[in-house]
C-alpha cells in the first residue's frame, strides 16, 4: 500500500465487515466506507428509519474524528435506501447532522449487507 494512503480505524464504530478500511486518508480527504446501523460492538440497530439513520451518522462521526476530521468538512454523502418510503423520515434525521447541506445523492437498492434498511458513505476534508 502506497503511503500516501492511509487507512482509518477506530474501535468507536462499526467495524469494518469485509475486507476493506472504515475509511482512507488519501489526497487532503477522508473517505469513509458505507456505514450500516450497527453499533461497535457489531449489534444492528433496527426499529424507525431514523434511529438506523442517527446510528449510521455516530459511525461516520467517529470515524471522522478519529482520521482528524469532523461532519462539518464533509463534502459529499451517499445514502442508500432499501425503499424510498423511508425517504422523509431518513431526511428529518440526516438534517440533524449535516446542518451543512453537503453535496447528495440518494438512491434506492434492492438490499443492503446485514439486512439493514440504510447506508451511509461520505467523502470529507481533512
Given at each position: ?55 449510521c ?69 481533512q
Open positions: 500500500m502506497s503511503s500516501a494512503l492511509t487507512p482509518v480505524l477506530t474501535k468507536d464504530a462499526f467495524p469494518p465487515a469485509g475486507p476493506y478500511s472504515q475509511a482512507i486518508k488519501a489526497a487532503g480527504q477522508i473517505w469513509v466506507a458505507g456505514q450500516v446501523p450497527a453499533d461497535s460492538s457489531g449489534k444492528v440497530v433496527t426499529g424507525p428509519i431514523a434511529d438506523q439513520t442517527a446510528q451518522c455516530k459511525n461516520i462521526k467517529a470515524i471522522l474524528e478519529a482520521a482528524g476530521s469532523e461532519l462539518g468538512k464533509i463534502v459529499k454523502v451517499n445514502v442508500f435506501l432499501t425503499d424510498m418510503k423511508n425517504f422523509p423520515d431518513m431526511n428529518v434525521e440526516y438534517a440533524k447532522w449535516f446542518t451543512h447541506k453537503p453535496a447528495r445523492s440518494c438512491v434506492a437498492v434492492r438490499e443492503l449487507p446485514m439486512g439493514v434498511d440504510v447506508e451511509i458513505e461520505v467523502v470529507a476534508l
